[in-house]
């Protein structure tokens, strides 16, 4: 059975916060979906954070492990979005 999960739980299970185990057992074993806009705004705090090479990493290849494959364009546009609502947020701030 697939599940679709939202940003927070991915980001739960990508920082090992305590929350993620509310969402273990509606999670193991199934094929795990996210949207592409959660993918972008994993993309956007990692820019706002100034997230370092490791973090990006982790994300990235849990995304890859756990969820469903979107195709690397979507990948590629979703990275660009992020970085420019990132820049407009830096100079608003």
Not at 14 to 42: C, G, P, W
Not at 45 to 61: D, E, I
Request: with cysteine; aromatic share 12%.
């Amino acid at each position: 059975m697939a599940r679709v999960i939202d940003t927070d739980v991915f980001s739960y299970f990508l920082k090992d916060d305590t929350r993620a185990d509310l969402y273990k057992k509606h999670t193991n074993n199934q094929f795990l979906i996210v949207s592409f806009m959660t993918i972008a705004e994993l993309e956007k705090w990692s820019l706002r954070a100034a997230w370092g090479a490791r973090m990006r990493t982790n994300w990235r290849k849990l995304w890859l492990v756990t969820t469903s494959r979107i195709q690397p364009a979507r990948f590629v546009c979703c990275g660009r979005k992020s970085q420019m609502k990132a820049e407009t947020h830096r100079q608003k701030h």
